[in-house]
């Protein structure tokens, strides 16, 4: 999951190339959908909980999370997205009652470290309104979750199908709103343009957050959330190959310390899974 994840904020920048990011985030949903909806069951009695889902995960936090990619890089971008992980579980221990140990709560506040030194390196480059439509949109993500992980009955699948479908039309509302020159962007699109958007609705959405879904629906969210930490390494080592970006020096302590963080959180889990096997 983590490698999909990390690997479609690499292809998501390099479709934006081309294509507004709205516009885009849509392309990628409406992809979702038509790949998954003729497979699952349809929500019945669940649409209002998947209508909410659609908005607050994916409809506001990507117009959010994209228009800010736009003017940041990768590297920048998915580190201050991990701030999603810290977000959710601080969501899930006001709402559900998730409480993370003293050594999870070190673990994520380590790697908040790391993404504090990137919030100083997009600051110093005067990004100030990506930096806030970033942390918002993680937010927003959050509460979307929280409504996924206390959703029951109808299977993490088909509420990502369901979703995704709802989220089409807002997204493109949104689009045509605040974006300009649909038309000539979509016309003119390559080869290359469009299977990056393929690659982003079926790989990183349809099987990425598809696995996601179905890990929230069985895995406490303090266990769960940690590994979307590893996502920015990922990410960081896609946009040197392929995109020929750069990181500072204070990106990549950044990247190594989110690493500690998630490996200290991680650590715990093996401990307990050994000393349950052992009682």
């Known amino acids: 999951m983590a490698i999909i994840f990390g690997l479609g904020w690499v292809f998501t920048k390099g479709a934006m190339s081309h294509f507004p990011p709205v516009l885009l985030a849509a392309f990628r949903f409406a992809v979702t959908a038509l790949v998954l909806v003729w497979f699952v069951r349809m929500p019945t009695g669940k649409w209002r909980d998947v209508a909410f889902i659609s908005i607050f995960a994916f409809g506001i936090p990507y ?14 971008s998915v580190l201050l997205a991990q701030m999603e992980a810290p977000a959710l579980i601080l969501v899930a221990a006001i709402l559900l009652r998730e409480t993370p140990t003293t050594r999870q709560a070190f673990g994520i506040g380590l ?3 790391g993404v504090v030194l990137l919030i100083g390196v997009v600051f110093g480059q005067g990004n100030v309104l990506a930096v806030v439509l970033s942390l918002a949109s993680t937010v927003v993500w959050a509460l979307g979750q929280i409504k996924v992980r206390t959703l029951t009955g ?4 088909s509420t990502l199908a369901w979703a995704s479908l709802f989220a089409v039309p807002q997204l493109l509302l949104i689009s ?4 300009t020159g649909h038309a000539a962007v979509i016309s003119t699109a390559s080869t290359g343009s ?9 790989v990183m959405t349809a099987l990425g957050i598809g696995i996601w879904y179905q ?13 979307l930490l590893l996502v920015p390494l990922i990410s960081i080592l896609g946009s040197v190959l392929l995109l020929g970006e750069r990181p500072t020096l204070l990106q990549l302590l950044g990247g190594l310390i989110i690493l500690a963080g998630v490996a200290i959180v991680l650590t715990e889990r093996t401990a307990n899974d050994i000393a349950e096997a052992i009682t």
């Open 176 to 179: 045509f709103v605040l974006e």
């Open 215 to 227: 890990l929230l629906g069985r895995v406490p969210v303090i266990r769960l959330a940690p590994f």
């Open 194 to 202: 469009w299977l990056a958007v393929i690659y982003l609705g079926v």
């Open 111 to 113: 790697a908040l470290v």
């Open 154 to 157: 109808i299977g993490g699948f």
């Open 63 to 76: 117009s959010l999370s994209y228009t800010a990619m736009k003017d940041l890089d990768v590297s920048t």
